[in-house]
């Protein structure tokens, strides 16, 4: 090897060495890894044609005047960019990149322009401490006889907070929990709803409520970008447990960065009395970093496409109900379940415990199931279940897929008080903790 070609083979690969660690580093930071796609296929691309044009340069010059050979080296680079170069470079500026997709709307990418957005203005973005909401947090059954018209004022924010210890996501909310808050009306209620967007989000948002009758459950008037608010009313005319959920598009992934939550229609005669309510949902979300990987998560589209969550959780994050739901043995408990989805059916259990009473898929005034083991909750449904307690313990609330505990969806009850051994009676083992 001559003096010269030593050099190029030295270029070459100085070149190839400069990018492999460019693309080892882009691993480790997030918004680099934004780019590891275009960056791979556009420097594999100009790496290849370039080798190919002084290739072609290096033969043709061997037999031919230098200006032939240049010539025909330009055209062919020239050409191969014009081949190659509308598959190497994305159509819109969007993240993810390339993605493709046959939705009514707008496919699952983010503007890029807000993910560039998102990753300067990260750390000045409102932390939430804790982003389940409570599952004590519900207003008290409606005690009025009569129709009433009724204010309701949501804000949707886009904030930061843990989904497990070390492991952040850019949660997109109502009132800056998952889920939502409870929302309670009475059939017949007339609902004047207010949907404010945060001024420091970056996304347009809207609100579907199920319960609504009218275009888009409402989505359809209530469009609103950054800093805006908009008003609709409707008459609340079935009763019924509904999920509501941000409907702007791409639906799914507003869903899948925990924009639902649940409201109640109660009926005119109102439900059964009970001793406590919780409020309990599960959804999934979908981070590029595998299960446990700390730090900020991307949202992965790919995923939640294949349907395939990294977590999937109660209210929100890993042990959002822990330590939370409490009752003392003898109250008559009541659960209203939710499910914002976005691609799984949960079947809600309570491990230990039967439901004296399921309205199913948060159905009111038809036909009840008694005695339920495990209730199907769809993707954006609901149901009720209610039942007596009566032996203290620990009870865990599951989906019975029962892998998707080890993504996180369990929580546990805590009942209080003393034993009843005529109905459970036997010797705890101390080394097992689930009890
Ligand atoms: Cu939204």
């Known amino acids: 090897m001559d003096k010269s070609s030593k050099k190029y083979v030295v270029i070459i690969l100085g070149i190839f060495l400069i990018g492999l660690s460019i693309l080892l580093f882009a691993r480790q930071v997030e918004i680099l890894s ?11 691309l100009v790496i290849s044609l370039g080798a190919a044009g002084f290739f072609i340069f290096w033969i043709i010059r061997k037999f031919h005047s230098l200006k032939i050979a240049a010539i025909f080296s330009v055209i062919l680079v020239g050409v191969s960019f014009f081949l190659f170069m509308p598959y190497a470079f994305p159509e819109r500026l969007q993240y993810p990149f390339f993605l493709k997709t046959f939705g009514p709307s707008d496919g699952p990418s983010l503007p890029l322009k ?12 409102e932390r939430v401490s804790d982003i389940a909401r409570d599952p004590n947090d519900l207003p008290p059954p409606i005690t009025r006889i009569s129709p009433e018209r009724v204010k309701i004022e949501l804000e949707t924010q886009e904030v930061i907070a843990e989904m497990a210890d070390g492991v952040k996501f850019n949660y997109w909310t109502f009132n800056g929990t998952v889920p939502g808050p409870f929302l309670r009306v009475r059939e017949g209620d007339t609902v004047d ?3 404010k967007n945060s001024a420091s989000s970056l996304h347009h948002h809207n609100i579907d409520l199920h319960a609504v009758t009218g275009p888009g459950g409402g989505a359809a008037v209530t469009n609103i970008a950054p800093g805006e608010s908009k008003t609709f009313t409707f008459k609340a005319i079935n009763p019924g447990l509904y999920v509501y959920h941000c409907a702007h598009p791409n639906v799914a992934t507003h869903d899948a960065h925990g924009m639902y939550g649940l409201i109640l229609v109660e009926p005119k005669e109102g439900l059964p009395k009970v001793d406590k309510e919780f409020y309990v949902m599960q959804g999934e979300f979908y981070s590029t970093g595998g299960l446990g990987k700390k730090g900020l998560q991307i949202f992965d589209a790919q995923k939640m496409l294949d349907g395939k969550p990294e977590y999937v959780v109660f209210n929100g994050r890993v042990g959002g109900l822990n330590s939370k739901m409490k009752a003392q043995v003898g109250e008559k408990i009541r659960i209203f379940v939710g499910n914002g989805g976005v691609n799984f ?9 039967i439901f004296d009473t399921v309205y199913p898929e948060g159905s009111m005034g038809g036909a009840m199931f008694k005695n339920v083991q495990t209730t199907l909750v769809p993707a954006g449904g609901s149901a009720i279940v209610e039942f007596d307690t009566e032996v203290p313990g620990k009870y865990i609330l599951v989906d019975h897929a029962l892998s998707r505990l080890d993504r996180g969806a369990w929580g546990v009850l805590e009942l209080i008080g003393e034993p009843s051994k005529d109905i459970f009676d036997g010797v705890f083992d101390i080394n097992n903790k689930s009890h």
């Open 345 to 353: 059916i949960s079947s809600f259990h309570v491990i230990g415990e």
């Open 34 to 44: 934004l780019f590891k796609f275009v960056f791979i296929r556009v420097f594999g």
């Open 193 to 195: 709803l207010t949907l």
């Open 114 to 125: 807000n993910v560039l957005t998102f990753f300067l203005k990260q750390s000045n973005m």
